[in-house]
């Protein structure tokens, strides 16, 4: 019998990618949906954190559940408003799946959620693992909540695993797309000072270590989800001019300037998280893409031209 594996946030950028590559794999896919269409692609069971409402039939249906939903980051300005919904959408899903788990009769055999680096804040050139001091800034607090959170599903007896995402490359969505547009309209620049490092990693690596997390039952607690390579933003912006063949004529973005169009969301590309890969490393995972060029490159038949 194949693997049933229920996601949550399976219409994400993420989510679409992991959920093709599992039925390729010869799994099971399900999503979780506040507005479940009966055109998708997917079974798909109703959810809805505000109204603390899951279809049970969700939990019986699951052998392992990916939890990949939050409000993204990056969407929108960070309001007041707006940051209580980027906590809450983590904080308050995944207690609901462990208040579920915790009164359904059910065989899931392990949990796998998502946190960030954001959990590091700014660590400027400073290499740290998953055992580094988080920081004390929204993000690093959001990361906190979410990870314990997620956390308390262990308690219930699950095998829980907790990626720490880097800047997850793609085409169909996230940084990239955002990063490449000025570049393409050969305006691309450093961002601050260019020195603030980021931790990166492929799509499809993304993907594989949630998959990995399924099938490797020696997999327990959190890992740093990032290629071996951090660059500099200098670095960043230099190697997508380059697979773009687009020059980088402009000087760096001030960072006075970031400040006053982002605000407080300035953080996420200024801040430096030079982050390890090694414990992840040790698992035996083998990175398909461990450099940036390579990483760039896979993407540039597709959308970046």
Known sequence: MP?????????????????????????????????????????????????????????????YIIHLAGAGVADQKWTEEYKREIMSSRVDSARLLYNCL??????????????????????????VSEESIPADDFLAEVCKAWEASSWQIKDLGLRTVIFRLGVVLSTEGGALPQLARPVKMMAGAPLGSGKQYMSWIHIEDACRLLIKAIEDTSLEGVYNAVAPHPVTNK?????????MHK???????????????????????????????????????????????????????????
Do not use: C
Request: hydrophobic share 35%.
């Open 247 to 305: 020059p980088l004529v402009l000087p760096k973005v001030p960072e006075f300037a970031l400040n006053l169009v982002l605000g407080q969301k300035s953080g996420v590309v200024l801040d430096s998280q030079r982050v390890s890969a090694n414990k992840i490393l040790q698992t035996g995972f083998t990175f398909e893409y461990n450099y940036l060029d390579e990483a760039l490159e896979s993407f540039y038949d597709k959308k970046l031209k």
């Open 3 to 63: 693997q049933k594996i229920l996601i949550t946030g399976g219409s994400g950028m993420i989510g679409t990618r992991l959920s093709e590559m599992l039925i390729d794999q010869g799994y099971e896919v399900a999503h979780l949906s506040r507005n479940p269409s009966k055109f998708s692609k997917y079974k798909t069971f109703r959810w809805n954190v505000k109204e603390g409402y899951i279809d049970e039939n969700a939990i019986t249906y699951a052998d």
């Open 102 to 127: 915790q009164k359904s009769e059910h065989h899931v055999k392990g949990f796998t959620a998502v946190s960030g680096i954001g959990i590091y804040g700014d660590s400027g050139d400073q290499l």
């Open 235 to 243: 670095e960043f912006t230099k190697e997508l001019a380059e697979v």
